[in-house]
């Protein structure tokens, strides 16, 4: 919402359950698999708020330097992965608020991403016309609390999306994908 709002309202009665605010638009909501009390939502304010909504109150906050535009969370555990306007895609421990990963690798705002069912990669595309896969993405692995570290998983693929890809409606399956290196 524009206005930084977001209501859980019931399907039943139309009853407004719970009322969040950001101070900026929120781009992103995300319900938890690992707890369903728990919604994370990401906002222009910089923000990804995790709330509690057995109480309707934050539980913890997220800072990053700029804005977030998606939130998502890794399969079956509690930890966030949002997508951030500054480039970067990092990954948050919902329960202490510790920054787990830093990946850098887009030059420009990344779109869309995915955690694997089993967590052991990330993929990410961007407003860069490329696509990276981290792997491994060791979520087990020492903290990385440093926001200007370099990606702290191994970018395994890059794949650059030639100019004007998917733009024509008439596109076949035969035109190039772009060049893959390791």
Known sequence: ALDGSVRVTSLESGKVLASMTHEGS?????????????????GMDGNVVVWDLSVAAPRITLEHKEGVIGVTWVPNQPLLSPLSSDTSIRVWDARSGECIRTLRAHEDI????????????????????????FAPLDLDAAKDNSDDAAA????????????????DADATADAPAGEASD
């Open 110 to 133: 990344p779109l869309a991403w995915a955690v694997s069912a089993d967590a052991t990669c990330l993929i990410s595309g961007g407003d860069d016309r490329k696509a990276y896969v």
């Open 26 to 42: 929120v781009e992103a909501i995300a319900w938890c698999s690992f707890d369903d009390k728990w919604l994370a939502t990401a």
């Open 152 to 167: 702290s998983s191994t970018v395994h693929t890059h794949v650059a999306i030639p100019p004007g890809a998917g733009e």
